[in-house]
């Protein structure tokens, strides 16, 4: 699907005109939609030719999300600024990626770039299906070094994206994990912030039925590679668990993994609400903002809907941590981002326009404008730019400040609370992920005990990795 | 197509000889030519959409073929199907798909001829009845898995839940607990496929001689006997037909429950088609992906063959 500029005026038009009827941030909203937003110089400043590939066509296959939505309706400004035209394949994430794994292996190039899962990069790289990023960023003719200014991009999310320190795609809205409490019940019930898993155990059973269907906590119960085993992962780190021994052979059946996944199925069954081992993110998010679920720790990005009135109860009642810490003394948070790989199958000038796309949606101008852009007057706000100046700016932290500090609970997961390999990062991930997801869910549901779930997913761990 | 050899134990019909021994003029070569150029469409359209990937499917099972380790692939062999033997996950799956497919084309058949012997009287409102009880048959498979999902097995909100606590038997998490969700699955295939057993059964019922029921009566026999030694018989084709064409599809079933559960909680709905759609599209196992689904192909078209036979004697 193309949006075509006259849509895109229109629409920015219609948005700032409902700006403008008194909503307390206009100013920057307006700065950011109106006239400046429109404007090209701020990227007219970068010195290189944003128009040398004019006439070229690129196709950029999404998940729906309301951020892409975003970078979709400000497209046309690139296609200005490039006279590149850009178009739309929009599908679920799951299918999504099957079909960009479709699409390499059975080489159509149908797509020059997708919204990866950045635990797929090294799948891709060892098939040669995506091209090093350093290869455009260090063209000069195509990129102007200082003005992009890779290093201001979230040095956590580029890690994830780099394959044996190479950079492979570039985080166009990530997330970070933290635990997220309702502070009216902390109060009520007189409970202190848990610092450890420990004291997240009392404060959950604490709470737990304190109100008529009020659950104590919630971690994402379902079964898949994104789902509980992008909160597993965490724990057993945070128990001291380690993927590999030294010689390289997976060990998740060790203690840690053993104790770790004992506290996830305890946690869940004792204080989640029924029904959770088929729940992902926006199940616990939908509890929470309805008032059932007391806490849980999930995507910094699901603040943003509970924070919104309109669809939540809880609004203004609550409150952010970074995680608490584990038995082995440290915290683990999860990390994801939407990860914009170049297509190494495609012409080479259909790949430097993608990588003129690339970077002109993963630039300062483009991510703050995005941040400030409403797709409609309810639209939901981004909480993952990819810049630490923006995290770092007054406009962008207004925006995001649903409670003084969440900006900088965010900020300080993403600095220090993990490292790219809290998950294992290698091509075969997506048979890992999938032993591991079933591990995990067959313990919570008490088909198997921890100990012989994780025995038998080591068993295979070790088969697919043999 | 007529059979020589070992196909000779049915006698062919006068219509049949008279085929065979007519002579090929060139009247009946245009017409065979005529037949073929029909034909050729369909034939071809066949070939490239079911035939050659149905080919390509079973080469593929004697490859190792793995997107994540490109440098394992290789001709393997059987060594694919020597793998499932030890496979803990395929025998388990092969397990939930003999309990979903046996439950479901049991349950389909007895109510569905349950209901179409209780609507085969004349009574009012009879056809707006037999119109309802179709009415699942035509939602989507995806649909169906997700309302079940959603509407009615959510613990606390969905109606089967509140029921379920209604008449104090308590709320459970139907598709969450692995004693369950195996039990809600086959309910949700049945509750969408028994019209199809329902529709068959109809049909057949009104097209049954009425002579026998007439003797029957005569002699007196209980509506028991009446249904046990006249009916049954009677419908024996029909109750074939259903459970050939409901197995074949209860095999092979996907969406509904894919929606529905996933294959979870754990493994506990995981019937082979998930197994070897999951091993092929989430852990990029192609080769023993396309091992189980030729496996799956392989028990389907074993099953249909007992059933033809038991149809050929019925």
């Known amino acids: ?54 006439g070229e066509k690129i196709t950029v296959l999404l998940s729906p999300a309301h951020y892409f939505t975003k970078f979709r309706e400000l497209t046309p400004q690139f296609t200005e600024l490039t006279g590149i035209e850009v178009e739309f394949d929009v599908i679920p994430p799951k299918e999504m990626r099957d079909k960009a794994v479709l699409d390499f292996t059975a080489g159509t190039k149908l797509y020059a770039t997708h919204t990866a899962d950045p635990m797929f990069l090294p799948l891709y790289v060892a098939n040669g299906w995506i091209d090093p990023i ?24 580029r890690a994830a994206d780099s394959v044996n320190g190479d ?6 809205e990530g997330e970070v994990t933290i635990h997220i409490y309702r502070r009216d019940l902390y109060e009520a019930n007189g409970l202190a912030v848990p610092t450890t898993l420990a004291e997240l155990r009392d404060t959950a059973s604490a709470l737990n039925g304190t109100q008529a269907n009020l659950a104590g906590m919630a971690f994402r119960g379902f079964r898949g590679a994104g789902q509980n085993m992008y909160i597993w992962p965490s724990l057993f780190r945070s128990f001291g668990g380690e993927w590999f021994d030294a010689n390289g052979n997976p060990q998740v059946n060790s203690a840690a993994g053993i104790d770790s996944l004992s506290y996830y199925v305890d946690m869940m069954n004792s204080f989640a609400p029924a029904g959770v081992e088929n729940w992902n993110w926006p199940e616990i998010m939908e509890a929470f903002a309805g008032g059932n679920v007391a806490q849980y720790i999930d995507s910094n990005s699901t603040a943003s809907i509970i924070e919104n009135p309109a669809n939540s109860s809880v609004a203004g009642n609550v409150g952010y941590q970074r995680w608490p810490l584990g038995p082995a003394g440290k915290r683990v948070t999860s990390i994801w981002n939407w990860a914009l790989p170049i297509n190494a199958q495609l012409p080479e000038r259909q790949r430097k326009a993608t990588w003129l796309y690339i970077q002109w949606l993963t630039s300062r101008p483009t991510q703050l404008r995005s941040a400030m852009y409403r797709e409609t007057p309810e ?27 969440y900006a900088d609970v965010v900020l300080t997961s993403l600095r220090e609370d993990t490292d790219a390999d809290w998950r294992p990062r290698l091509p075969e991930w997506p048979n890992i992920g999938e032993v591991m997801a079933l591990a995990i869910q067959s313990a919570l549901v008490g088909q198997k005990t921890p100990e012989a779930a994780l025995e038998e997913a080591n068993q295979e761990l070790r088969r697919i990795l043999g | 197509m ?19 021994k007519r002579p090929s003029s060139r009247m009946a070569r245009a017409e065979r030519r005529f037949a073929w150029t029909m034909l050729a469409p369909s034939l071809v359209v066949l070939l490239v959409v079911s035939t050659i990937p149905l080919i390509v499917l079973i080469g593929m099972s004697f490859y190792t073929i793995e997107l994540t380790q490109a440098w394992k692939n290789g001709f393997a ?7 499932m033997l030890n496979d803990g996950r395929f025998l388990s799956s092969l397990g939930v798909t003999a309990v979903y497919t046996t439950a479901t084309v049991f349950l389909q058949v007895a109510i569905g001829l349950g209901l179409a012997l209780a609507l085969s009287g004349n009574f009012p409102g009879r056809n707006l009845l037999r119109t309802a009880i179709l009415l699942p048959m035509i939602l989507a498979p995806v649909v169906v898995g997700l309302s079940w999902r959603t509407l009615l097995l959510t613990p606390r909100y969905g109606l089967i839940d509140f029921l ?28 969408q496929w028994t019209p199809f057993a329902f529709l068959v059964f109809t049909a057949a019922i009104a097209a049954l001689p009425t ?3 007439e003797a029957a009566r005569l002699d007196r026999a209980s509506p028991w006997q009446t249904f046990v030694h006249i009916t049954l018989p009677l419908l024996r084709p029909a109750i074939v037909i259903v459970v050939i064409f409901r197995s074949m599809i209860a095999l092979r079933a996907f969406a509904a429950i894919f929606a529905a559960t996933g294959g979870g909680p754990g493994s506990a709905t995981e019937i082979l088609n998930l197994y070897a759609y999951r091993t092929s599209f989430t852990s990029f196992s192609l080769g023993y992906g396309a091992a189980l689904a030729t496996t799956l192909l392989l028990v389907t078209v074993a099953i249909s063959v007992v059933f033809f036979r038991v149809r050929q004697r019925a």
């Not at chain 1, 206009?26 to 004019?54: C, F, K, P, T, V």
């Not at chain 2, 062999?77 to 793998?83: I, L």
């Open chain 2, 77 to 83: 062999g059987v060594s694919n199907y020597v793998r």
């Open chain 2, 211 to 213: 002579e026998p029921f």
């Open chain 2, 2 to 20: 007529l059979r020589e050899g070992k196909g000779t134990e049915m006698t062919e019909t006068g219509i049949q000889a008279a085929i065979r």
């Open chain 1, 1 to 54: 699907m193309t949006i075509n500029r006259r849509d895109f005026l229109k629409a920015a038009g219609v948005t700032s005109g409902m700006v403008l009827l008194g909503d307390p941030m206009h100013g920057l909203r307006a700065l950011a939609q109106s006239g400046a937003a429109n404007d090209l110089g701020i990227y007219r400043e970068a010195n290189m030719n944003w128009d040398q590939l004019a």
């Open chain 2, 164 to 191: 379920s606590e209604a008449i104090g038997l308590g709320s459970r998490s139907w598709l969450g607990d692995p004693s369950w969700a195996l039990t809600s699955v086959i309910v949700i295939h049945t509750w």
């Open chain 1, 167 to 172: 950079l492979y795609a570039l985080p166009s």
């Open chain 1, 379 to 405: 639209a939901v706000v981004r909480t993952g730019v990819n810049r630490l100046s923006l995290w770092a700016s007054p406009e962008y932290r207004e925006l995001v400040e649903f409670t003084p500090d």
């Open chain 1, 134 to 157: 350093e290869t455009y960023h260090s063209d000069a003719s195509l990129t102007d070094r200082a003005w992009y200014d890779i290093d201001d991009v979230v040095p956590l999310w």
